[in-house]
């Protein structure tokens, strides 16, 4: 997920759960402290939620249709809006088509995938980029990078396919705990009966060729069987709908699976890799 602006802006449903809430929670005569005893949060963080300085989490949303929904799924239905709303401007247009997505094919260049990417090795890089984030937004944009896992277990499933270059598993990011964790957690992924994991060697092609030198893409494929492609650069993004073009990626796609190692190998080689970080 490319990076953006430097500060933490709440949308329009976040503006929506906060007004909501802080008039259901006078309404019931409780303090912010109350509520957040019935929420399981501190009463800072219902301050923080309802002046718009912390935007509610996904896990707060949820409890506060237990305790203040009454039945109606208001902050149920807005779970999904104000994650979207978490996320860069450009990347949000991308994350609808990721949860509504059949199929995912990605090639990863540099850094893993954000959907593979384990709680802290998402912290670690966003929260060493450049320009730097505040704090608050580290938390909110791993908050919102965790959350888009759900994909994994969705039904209807979701086929996920991922090629990834064997120098992202060697690149170190934060420590080597964490990325012990990481490769951990991507063989875990790998044994998923939809997911296709596979791992583009040093020396990919033949006679030195290699398919993927022009940078990572994803191409998915809509609920309608369309087929769309997802490319982004230096905090930038495009979504990419005429076929044509569209055919021409998954045709350089396929050449990198070609000449990546198979899943098996792959998996061996993840393996030998969280083996190494001790």
């Known amino acids: 997920m490319a990076r953006a602006e430097n500060k933490v802006t709440a949308g329009p449903t976040a503006q929506m759960v906060a007004n909501l809430a802080r008039k259901l929670r006078v309404r019931k005569g409780w303090t ?13 963080a219902v301050s923080a939620m309802e002046t718009l300085a912390q935007p509610a989490s996904d896990d707060m949303l949820v409890q506060l249709e237990r305790v203040l929904g009454d039945g109606m799924d208001i902050f149920e239905d807005a779970r999904v809006p104000v994650r979207l709303e978490k996320f860069p401007v450009q990347f949000q247009d ?5 949860q509504q997505a059949l199929a995912l094919r990605l090639y990863a260049t540099f850094i ?32 919102a990078r965790m959350a888009r896992k759900v994909l994994f277990d969705r039904n ?11 120098s992202v598993l060697r690149r170190a990011i934060g420590s080597e705990e964490i990325m012990r964790g990481q490769m951990l957690h991507l063989a875990q992924c790998a044994r998923r009966r939809n997911v296709t994991l596979q791992v583009l060697p040093m020396n990919c092609g033949l ?9 990572g893409m994803t191409l998915a494929e809509t609920p ?10 230096q905090g930038e993004s495009l979504i990419i709908a005429d076929s044509a073009k569209v055919s ?28 190494e970080q001790r």
Do not use: N
């Not at 912010?32 to 800072?44: C, D, K």
């Not at 209807?156 to 064997?166: F, Q, S, T």
């Not at 290699?210 to 940078?215: E, L, V």
């Open 32 to 44: 912010q402290e109350q509520l957040g005893t019935e929420l399981g949060f501190s009463g800072a």
């Open 207 to 215: 006679s030195g060729e290699h398919a993927g030198d022009r940078g």
């Open 224 to 233: 309608e069987h369309d087929h769309l492609a997802f490319l982004e650069v």
């Open 248 to 275: 021409t990626y998954a045709h350089c796609y396929a050449k990198i699976r070609a000449q990546a190692l198979d899943p098996r190998e792959s998996l061996g080689l993840i393996e030998e890799l969280a083996g």
């Open 112 to 143: 893993l995938h954000g959907l593979f990417q384990t709680e802290a090795y998402a912290r670690a890089l966003i929260g060493g980029g450049y320009p730097p984030f505040p704090e608050q937004r580290v938390e909110e944009l791993v908050e």
């Open 94 to 98: 991308y994350s609808l088509l990721e």
């Open 156 to 166: 209807p499933v979701a086929l996920i396919e991922m090629v990834v270059e064997e």
